[in-house]
């Protein structure tokens, strides 16, 4: 039903259904969803999203990303990141460090020290 101000309103009470070969949807100015529960997204293969300035996501719990090939990033500046607690990287059942400053370790097994620089362990 269009309104006066030339908006449209579809209502349903249970489900809306759309169908098509392909569905385009361009918007001026905004486009906003959101639902109460969930929201799912399939796509049978590829999905890309290109954005012009900022990416935000929020996440309440957990966040997980399953990935079965390679993950590949691309950044130009900074990756900066702020962890209030623990972070563990395991490459190939080895925990890996590389930093470019001094490096404390705490380990309750054999330490293997790959250094460019004599390393001080006690």
């Known amino acids: 039903m269009m309104d006066v101000k030339g908006n449209i ?7 809306i259904s759309m169908n098509a070969t392909d569905i385009i949807m361009t918007a ?4 906003t969803s959101s639902a109460g529960v969930n929201i799912s997204e399939s796509a049978g293969v590829d999905k890309s999203t290109s954005i012009g300035m900022m990416h935000n996501v929020f996440v309440g719990g957990n966040s997980v990303m399953n990935v079965t090939g390679t993950l590949t990033e691309y950044i130009t500046g900074n990756k900066e990141s702020n962890i209030e607690k623990d972070k563990q990287t395991n490459v190939s059942g080895k925990r890996v460090s590389q930093v470019s400053g001094n490096h404390e370790l705490h380990y309750k097994s054999e330490i293997v020290n790959n250094s ?7």
């Open 28 to 31: 001026s100015k905004n486009i």
């Open 116 to 122: 460019a620089e004599k390393a001080k362990f006690f």
């Open 9 to 15: 309103n579809v209502n349903a009470p249970n489900t």
